[in-house]
């Protein structure tokens, strides 16, 4: 028996209606908060039998509530990290997976030492082998790239600036993109007429 959905189940169903007000949400969060501190091993493994479940979607709702509490969860981002890095390569429709990447946002300018795991991830994911995995470790990897507390801040423009050249077109259409985005790009650099008549075939990649 899953004690965290049978309580919070139907809230996180729930959780993106119109008629739930802030003030439920904010409840929720806390309550979520809450029984994961009250119970960190039982909420952490009754969490992960439903980590992908498309009807709950826990993880939009779960990372917002911990990350009011980084000192006590702050690593448990980066487990979370590599679990959806692994369940992607583990499929061909690894976008459904991938875009809990976004609920990272939450933690992007908090400045305690496992953020810089979390770039650390997300920079190696920069040379992953598989094109869909590039692409959300780009679009990702920027917005940290503003944290104080990142280290490698250097390394990671100048390899994404090389990915500029990036055999695939899609790569260095959402490289060139989000490099824009914050005003990373080098002096003269251009998107290629062939990169962007890919796009307007193709759509956004």
């Known amino acids: 028996m899953n004690q965290f959905i049978n309580e919070y189940g139907d809230s996180l169903r729930r959780f993106w209606d119109k008629a739930t007000t802030e ?23 009754e969490l992960k039998e439903v980590l992908f479940d498309t009807d709950l979607d826990p993880l939009s709702v779960v990372l917002e509530a911990l990350s009011k509490d980084t000192d006590t969860w702050g690593d448990f981002f ?23 990447l976004t609920e990272f946002y939450y933690v992007e300018d908090d400045t305690r030492p496992f953020v810089q795991k979390i770039v650390n991830k997300l920079q190696t994911e920069l040379s992953s082998t598989r094109t869909d995995i590039r692409l959300a470790a780009i679009r990702n990897i920027i917005s940290f790239l503003n944290n104080p ?39 003269g650099a251009k998107l290629g007429l062939a990169d962007r008549l890919k796009k307007m075939i193709f759509g956004q990649p």
């Open 23 to 45: 003030s439920e949400k904010e409840k929720l969060h806390t309550n979520i908060l809450a029984y994961a501190n009250n119970n960190p091993h039982q909420f952490t493994t």
């Open 78 to 100: 980066v487990e979370i990290l590599g679990k959806i890095f692994n369940a992607a390569y583990a499929t061909d429709k690894a976008d459904e997976i991938l875009f809990n």
């Open 149 to 187: 507390s990142i280290r490698n801040k250097t390394a990671i423009i100048n390899q994404l600036t090389g990915m500029l050249n990036d055999p695939d077109w899609k790569v260095r259409y959402v490289t060139f993109q989000y490099l824009g985005f914050e005003n990373l790009l080098p002096n």
